[in-house]
């Protein structure tokens, strides 16, 4: 297990509390600029806290009350930073090599061979940084962070610099490259898909504050808060007064504008509170109106189109409820507006799938 406790004023300020176990990838995700690289480094040794500690099992690394500071080559760390950090005027097998200086020589060979056969750049080990792609090189990068058999791997947006079909072939070799690895992995990252894809447990990052972390398909539904929730992309945020709770407390009852919408039952909120509280894109439903066999709920709302925006084989749609200020918004497949007829202007009715609605913590 690593545990990470870092806090500090400035000149970035922090106040992070992680947790990573063994064999799990932990994806520390926010928007550019939010401190995510900074605590990557400060975990790797490279800078210091002015309060923190870092555990990695019984190894203290950092403890700034015992005056603890492991370098980095004590902590053992497996380091990809953004642009990779390769050595230009060395070839890809010495790049290597370079993290194998404890090892005899006769290990550092066959120990770099392994390495370059398992990122498949057999035949690619004698050219330079400029003479490989962007995915090549990142495999170089990842190769030398792992050669020296490291307790911990971390990785600075890998993917950042390479296309989109790279890309999704480079997820997949560190899915696989994963399952082998009895380590914690921790990625940096400012797309979401990618934690989604690729991540075990999420960590919410915004202006070096540590806003929620778990699993990520539980941030994605149960936001801590406006914030967390704009980091996951979750546009549809509301503000009701409660009406009270369904029999036998089934249900939490929402007013916005001239509808009662049915939520989870939230047992800390009360009759006559004003909550705030949010729907993803995949929680408002146009399908359940289209097909006239299925009853309609009671969160079926009336809605006007107020803007239509085409995006390759999806829609977003941006839509007016009366009575309500915030506007809702939705995605959906090209193929079921089309099926709907749905325009700018359009009067029509949409579900809000009562599992979806989250009703935020009070601050």
Known sequence: ???????????????????????????????SGSGKSTILRMIAGLSRPHLGHIACGSDVWLDTD?????????????????????????????????????????EQLERTRAWISRVHLDGLENRHPAELSGGQQQRVAVARALAGDPSVLLLDEPFSAVDSA?????????????????????LVTHDLNEALMLADCMALISHGKSLQSGLPHE???????????????????????????????S?????????????????AVKEGDIVRW?????????????????????????ITISKVL??????????????????????IPLRLASELELEE???????????????????
């Open 1 to 31: 297990m690593l545990s990470i406790r870092l806090q500090q004023p400035g000149p970035i300020a922090l106040d992070v509390d992680l947790n990573c176990a063994g064999s799990q990838l932990l994806a520390l995700v926010g928007s």
């Open 66 to 106: 015992t005056r603890i500071h492991l370098s980095p080559q004590q902590r053992r760390i497996g380091y990809v930073p953004q642009h990779y950090g390769l050595f230009p005027h060395m070839s890809a097998f010495d790049n290597v090599k370079a993290a194998l200086h404890h090892l005899s020589p006769a």
């Open 166 to 186: 790279t890309r999704e072939k480079l997820h997949g070799e560190l899915a696989e490259l994963k399952k082998q690895l009895s380590i914690p992995i921790i």
């Open 219 to 249: 941030l994605i539904a149960r936001p801590a808060n406006v914030a967390a929730a704009q980091l996951v992309g979750i546009r549809n945020l509301f503000e009701s007064e409660v009406l009270g709770h369904g029999p036998s407390q």
């Open 251 to 267: 249900h939490t009852r929402l007013k916005l504008g001239p509808y009662v919408l049915e939520s989870p039952y939230q047992a």
């Open 278 to 302: 949010v729907i993803p894109d995949n929680g408002v439903r146009f399908r359940a109106i289209s097909r006239t066999e299925q009853p309609f709920s009671r969160n079926q709302i009336d």
């Open 310 to 331: 085409t995006l390759g084989d999806e829609v977003r749609l941006t839509m007016r409820i009366d009575e309500v200020e915030a506007p809702l918004q939705a995605s």
């Open 345 to 363: 202007g359009r009067r029509s009715s949409v579900m809000l799938r009562a599992d979806d609605i989250h009703i935020l913590p009070a601050l």
